[in-house]
């Protein structure tokens, strides 16, 4: 495969064409490199990527602190930092860093000694209600003069090649935008104003690093947002001012925080979505080699994108997070054995990781040898009853999985039954390969009880037998005609033209959007003002959800409850009254509860018993598989007491 090819960007050689990109991470409290992300990175060099990315790098904390991100502004910094340098080398990779002046406008981190400034008068994304103050032309030098600092210490911590961090909203791509830069000085107006920052700011760094010194950046050639740059309207001929500029390649993406699914795709986003940047910068006579990201993780994808000259280097962000080893699960061709990100973004609205509980935890989240091997039986084949139980067989111990369906999966099955949760289904069957693959006992149609149980014999009963679907009491619920969002997605139960969604949460939308895309007329019926109120939810994903209902053809009705259900029409009360809706089918999507006969049931029993996931609360994959992980960790100290 092309993706492991060796590859020369200037002085430096990649052993591949293949990148951990650039993340915000767990930094020290200074803004340094903390143990956790040096343990963190050490681990994807050690699963093969040729070039990681650390966060991007504060030049300066005169505005921000060290609060608002990683910085290299002093010596310890770049002590640390060299540290994690010469780890990484030990494992035959490189290391890029992001140097940037400020993040503002789009900083996340507000805190009381904190100036927030821009290129103009703009209004702070995360909080409207502050507006940033326009730098002036002193405080502008003034951050060149701090980068210039930042450069030195880059070059001395050992880093291979440092990028200049231009892109999706940041400040110097502020500088660079008609939206955000309105000023009437030297550094607003034309483009050839407009882009004098971000050329000081690279002359500042590459006086400090020398003529020959690896220089690349990163740059957005398109925001997709009304009034953002686009390809046409300066995207390109930008892209052809810095193709002229030396730089060993130019990594490119779409979006900004207005829509942060193009910069960071969900599940709801294709892959690849972002390739046509690179194309068509190819097109434009762009020679300058280029970086590109995007839910790129499917390998056959990947390999085509550099093997077709679309691209030179892939850069993984997500996907590393969940699977460290991709790169080397790819090249042994062992693809079955890759844990997919489920791009649900969840590591940016929680901090949790949710197919990889060692994310961060590299170190202090160890496997070691289990003192005593056990008989471990696990109830429920949903995701956590699934991981749980090929992690404890991988342990050694004797698992005995038992589903009381025909399939493994669960709920999940459901949730990966529209044909764009595409994330969602490669992961089950992940799953589903790992739990045979590890030599768990799996029993269908068998149904947990005490008796069955006590029968069994186990040292300890993991129960992950997930939740089931809420049902209301409305007259009519019992018809033949309505069906629960598991049997719509998961047993593809037929449905006529006419279809009515109970419930505007994430499982009606995306029922909702299933339908429509089988060229359905649907309508969703919400008791709340708005659809998507219940449920935390990643920004980005949010965004792309309410992209793709935004796009289709689907009737939302809001405030709205339902007051009966005929065979061939339903009975609703909302703001205008009464009403009644034609539909053929109603599909509940109503939300989930757990039951806990079983647990309770097996109080003062001689083994131990553990519950996990929908079991204890609906809720997401991730809470099943961290809470699977912890058992399997802690089996041995939690049953020797």
Not at 597 to 626: C, Q
């Amino acid at each position: 495969m092309r993706l492991f090819d060796e590859v020369q960007f200037g002085s430096v050689t990649l052993k591949n064409r293949l990148a951990v990109a650039p993340m915000g991470t767990v930094k020290a409290d200074d803004g340094g490199v903390s143990p956790q992300q040096f343990h963190y990175l050490v681990e994807r060099a050690k699963g093969g990527f040729g070039l990681i990315y650390p966060a991007a790098l504060l030049t300066s904390n005169r505005y921000e602190g060290p609060y608002a991100g990683g910085s290299l502004t002093n010596v310890s910094h770049m002590m640390r930092l060299k540290e994690l340098v010469d780890e990484i080398h030990r494992y035959g990779a490189k290391v890029a860093v992001q140097l940037s002046p400020a993040f503002w406008r789009v900083q996340m981190a507000f805190t009381p000694d904190a100036t927030f400034v821009s290129a103009s008068d703009n209004t702070a994304f995360w909080n409207p209600a502050v507006t940033c103050k326009a730098l002036t032309v002193e405080e502008i030098h003034g951050l060149l003069d701090d980068t210039r600092n930042s450069a030195m210490l880059a070059k001395l911590a050992g880093v291979d090649i440092i990028e200049i961090h231009a892109y999706g909203g940041y400040l110097l791509d502020q500088f660079l935008s008609k939206m955000w830069n309105r000023r009437t000085d030297e550094y607003g107006g034309c483009l050839e104003n407009r882009m004098r920052f971000l050329m000081e700011f690279i002359q500042a760094v590459r006086e400090m690093v020398g003529p020959d010194f690896p220089l690349s950046i990163k740059y957005t050639p398109e925001h997709g947002v009304p009034g953002g740059r686009t390809l046409d309207d300066e995207g390109i001929e930008i892209a052809k001012i810095l193709d002229k500029m030396g730089f060993v390649f130019m990594h490119v993406d779409r979006g900004c925080y207005e829509v942060w699914n193009n910069a960071i795709p969900s599940e709801y986003d294709p892959a690849g979505g972002q390739l046509y940047l690179s194309e068509r910068l190819r097109a434009e006579g762009i020679q300058t080699p280029l970086m590109v990201q995007g839910k790129l993780n499917n390998p056959l994808l990947a390999e085509e994108v550099v093997s077709s000259g679309t691209a030179d280097m892939i850069a993984l962000g997500h996907q590393s997070l969940a699977d460290p080893y991709w790169p080397k699960k790819v090249k042994s061709g062992r693809f079955q054995d890759i844990n997919y990100c489920l791009a649900c973004n969840e590591c940016i609205s929680t901090g949790i990781y949710a197919v990889n509980p060692r994310n961060y935890h590299e170190k202090d989240y160890t496997l070691g040898t289990p003192k005593k091997l056990r008989k471990l039986l696990v109830v429920g084949g949903g995701p956590g009853g699934m991981y749980t139980a090929a992690l404890a067989a991988k342990q050694g111990h004797d698992v005995t999985l038992w589903e009381k369906g025909i399939r493994l999966g669960g709920l999940a099955n459901a949730a990966a039954g529209p044909d764009f949760k595409i994330d969602m289904k490669r992961y089950i069957d992940h799953l589903i390969a790992d739990v045979y693959q590890s030599g768990v006992k799996v029993q269908f149609l068998r149904e947990a009880t005490p008796e069955s149980i006590d029968a069994f014999e186990p040292d300890a009963v993991v129960i992950a037998a997930g939740a089931e679907a809420a049902v209301p009491p409305i007259p009519g619920i019992d018809g033949e005609n309505v069906l629960t969002a598991e049997q719509l997605l998961a047993q593809r139960a037929p449905v006529g033209k006419n279809v009515v969604v109970l419930g505007g949460g994430v499982v009606g939308c995306e029922a909702a959007l299933h339908l429509d895309r089988l060229d359905k007329h649907v309508t969703v019926v919400e008791m709340l003002e708005k659809i998507l109120m219940i449920g935390e939810m990643a920004a980005n994903s949010r965004i792309g959800l309410n992209t793709a209902l935004a796009q289709s053809a689907i009737e939302m009705r809001t405030s709205t409850k339902v007051t009966e259900i005929l065979p061939d029409r339903i009975k609703v009360e909302g703001p205008d009254g009464q009403a009644e809706i034609l539909c053929d089918n109603v599909i509940l999507a109503i939300g989930y509860r757990s039951k806990h006969e079983l647990s309770n049931a097996l109080k003062n029993k001689p083994y131990h018993v553990f519950t996990i996931g929908d079991y204890n609360k609906p809720g997401k994959v991730a809470a099943a598989v961290h809470e699977g992980f912890h058992v399997v960790r802690l089996l041995d100290d939690i049953l020797e007491g």
